[in-house]
C-alpha cells in the first residue's frame, strides 16, 4: 500500500515538473516573438511609410496564393492581383495586429472550457525585416494535444468508453505561412 502512495506521488510529481517545463517553454518563446515585434514596431513607425507596394504569399492546407497590393495611408488603394479566397486587406499594421493576435489563442479548451479533455497547441514564428520593421515572414501551426494537467483528461481515459483521440479530431488544425515576397516603397 505505501509502495502504491509512493509511486502516486512520484508520478504526480513528475507531472508537475512536465507541465512547468512546458508552460515555461512556451512562456518564453510567446514572450521573445512579443520583444521581437515591439522592437519590430519602432522600426517601422520610426520611418515615414505612407505609399508602399507588397506582394504577399499564402499558404495554407489548401494552398497557396498571392496578393499584390499598393497600400497608401495604411489602406489598399490597388489590388494588383488577388489569387486569395479572402478580401485584400493587408497593410503592415494589419499584419502586426494578427501576429499579436496569433500570440494570444484564445478557447485553449476542446471540447469545451467546461470539459477541457485536449488543449489547443500552438506554435507561432515570425521574422521581422531588419531595415523595415515589417513582419517578412508569419509561421502558424496549431492542433489538439491530450491535457495532461486537467483532471478531464484522466477521467476520459478511465471512464468513458468513447475515449477522445485529441489528434485524430484536429480537422480544422494544421499550419499558415505568410510571406512577404516583395516590398516596395513608393513615392
Request: net charge positive.
Amino acid at each position: 500500500m505505501r509502495f502504491r502512495l509512493l509511486l502516486a506521488g512520484v508520478g504526480l510529481a513528475l507531472v508537475g515538473v512536465l507541465v512547468a517545463a512546458f508552460g515555461l517553454i512556451n512562456w518564453s518563446s510567446a514572450t521573445g516573438t512579443r520583444e521581437a515585434q515591439m522592437r519590430a514596431e519602432q522600426v517601422w513607425y520610426a520611418q515615414p511609410r505612407h505609399h508602399y507596394r507588397m506582394l504577399i504569399r499564402q499558404r495554407t492546407r489548401t494552398g497557396v496564393c498571392e496578393q499584390d497590393l499598393e497600400i497608401r495611408d495604411e489602406r489598399v488603394q490597388t489590388v494588383h492581383l488577388n489569387q486569395c479566397a479572402q478580401p485584400p486587406i493587408w497593410t503592415v499594421p494589419r499584419l502586426f495586429s494578427w501576429v499579436k493576435q496569433l500570440g494570444h489563442p484564445s478557447g485553449l479548451c476542446y471540447p469545451s472550457s467546461l470539459q477541457c479533455t485536449c488543449r489547443v497547441s500552438t506554435h507561432l514564428e515570425v521574422t521581422f525585416d531588419p531595415q523595415s520593421g515589417y513582419p517578412a515572414q508569419v509561421r502558424y501551426e496549431w492542433g489538439l494535444r491530450p491535457n495532461w494537467e486537467n483532471v478531464d483528461y484522466w477521467q476520459s481515459l478511465l471512464f468513458r468508453s468513447d475515449r477522445i483521440d485529441c489528434a485524430r479530431r484536429t480537422r480544422g488544425g494544421g499550419a499558415v505561412e505568410l510571406t512577404v515576397v516583395a516590398f516596395t516603397p513608393l513615392p
